[in-house]
């Protein structure tokens, strides 16, 4: 491995470690940002070397009531700005939770129209449970001037729902529970889910037995579900944090297109004019 933008989309604990300790990869490793999305407390206890430290809330807009919406161009330009960011980097994300935020960081690298980029399978908790190693304290990174664009097309807003509803091409895959699903549990003004939206909560895509990486055997588990490789996905969940995994996933089994709503049930549940099953 010679060059970053040869690094996988999923990339294994073991194959990180050989990239941050071998003397023939600092080539690589110089253009790496590593971003843990964990809690702060364990961060500063125990991360993956060279590691930043990004909270969730500066990955969303934080206001009622669809407080998981994309944030202002200027507070993601700020984010970017405090990471160092220049466009050259590949950007290597993980998190302390089986992929949901880590998984939203990287739909934020494609709205901004970063591509280089991987995602740690497994987390924080296959790095420690298997013994890679850490360091403690906090990173940081010297800040740059950044101007970002915002690329829709990885975004379903309410109105693009609404107007490809009836489309055979596109498929609406819910990563909630199925009670929030069947409106058993109750998270907005209304209950249930988009029409025709196909239920496969998020961490049914985890594997627990391997550290939470991501789950083997999931295209057929999908595809028999009517979530297929072939259609134009939408994931959403109440907040895209957990669809911030099934993005993640769908991009790393192939699929032809992925789009996730960022407003979410937080924002569908509570608006009058849209239709609910």
Same mark, same amino acid.
């Given at each position: 491995?010679?060059?970053?933008?040869?690094?996988?989309?999923?990339?294994?604990?073991?194959?990180?470690?050989?990239?941050?300790?071998?003397?023939?990869?600092?080539?690589?490793?110089?253009?790496?940002?590593?971003?843990?999305?964990?809690?702060? !407390?364990?961060? *500063?206890?125990?991360?993956?070397?060279?590691?930043?430290?990004?909270?969730?809330?500066?990955?969303?807009?934080?206001? *009622?009531?669809?407080?998981?919406?994309?944030?202002?161009?200027?507070?993601?330009?700020?984010?970017?700005?405090?990471?160092?960011?220049?466009?050259?980097?590949?950007?290597?994300?993980?998190?302390?939770?089986?992929?949901?935020?880590?998984?939203?960081?990287?739909?934020?690298?494609?709205?901004? +129209?970063?591509?280089?980029?991987?995602?740690?399978?497994? +987390?924080?908790?296959?790095?420690?449970?298997? +013994?890679?190693?850490?360091?403690?304290?906090?990173?940081? !990174?010297?800040?740059?001037?950044?101007?970002?664009?915002?690329?829709?097309?990885?975004?379903?807003?309410?109105?693009?729902?609404?107007?490809?509803?009836?489309?055979?091409?596109?498929?609406?895959?819910?990563?909630?529970?199925?009670?929030?699903?069947?409106?058993?549990?109750?998270?907005?003004?209304?209950?249930?889910?988009?029409?025709?939206?196909?239920?496969?909560?998020?961490?049914?895509?985890?594997?627990?037995?391997?550290?939470?990486?991501?789950?083997?055997?999931?295209?057929?588990?999908?595809?028999?579900?009517?979530?297929? !490789?072939?259609?134009?996905?939408?994931?959403?969940? *109440?907040?895209?944090?957990?669809?911030?995994?099934?993005?993640?996933?769908?991009?790393?089994?192939?699929?032809?297109?992925?789009?996730?709503?960022?407003?979410?049930?937080?924002?569908?549940?509570?608006?009058?004019?849209?239709?609910?099953?």
């Amino acid at each position: 491995m010679t060059d970053n933008n040869k690094l996988p989309l999923i990339l294994e604990p073991d194959v990180l470690e050989s990239i941050l300790t071998a003397e023939d990869h600092a080539s690589v490793k110089e253009r790496l940002i590593i971003i843990d999305l964990g809690n702060p !407390r364990l961060y *500063q206890q125990a991360h993956v070397p060279g590691a930043i430290n990004v909270q969730p809330h500066q990955l969303v807009a934080g206001t *009622q009531p669809a407080r998981g919406k994309l944030p202002a161009l200027s507070q993601l330009e700020s984010l970017f700005s405090e990471l160092g960011f220049t466009g050259e980097e590949h950007f290597i994300v993980y998190d302390d939770e089986g992929g949901g935020w880590a998984g939203r960081f990287i739909w934020t690298l494609d709205v901004i +129209g970063h591509r280089k980029y991987s995602y740690l399978n497994g +987390g924080i908790h296959a790095w420690l449970k298997e +013994g890679h190693p850490r360091e403690s304290g906090a990173n940081v !990174r010297a800040s740059t001037d950044v101007s970002l664009t915002i690329d829709d097309r990885v975004i379903a807003s309410c109105d693009f729902i609404l107007e490809t509803l009836a489309s055979p091409e596109f498929t609406i895959w819910d990563a909630r529970s199925p009670e929030e699903y069947c409106g058993e549990k109750v998270m907005a003004q209304k209950a249930g889910h988009i029409p025709g939206a196909i239920n496969f909560e998020w961490t049914r895509a985890m594997d627990p037995e391997k550290n939470y990486r991501i789950k083997e055997g999931l295209v057929a588990e999908l595809d028999a579900l009517g979530i297929k !490789r072939d259609q134009q996905i939408i994931t959403h969940c *109440q907040a895209h944090h957990r669809s911030g995994f099934t993005y993640l996933v769908a991009k790393a089994l192939g699929f032809k297109s992925v789009r996730a709503y960022d407003g979410s049930w937080s924002e569908w549940g509570n608006l009058p004019h849209t239709p609910v099953a």
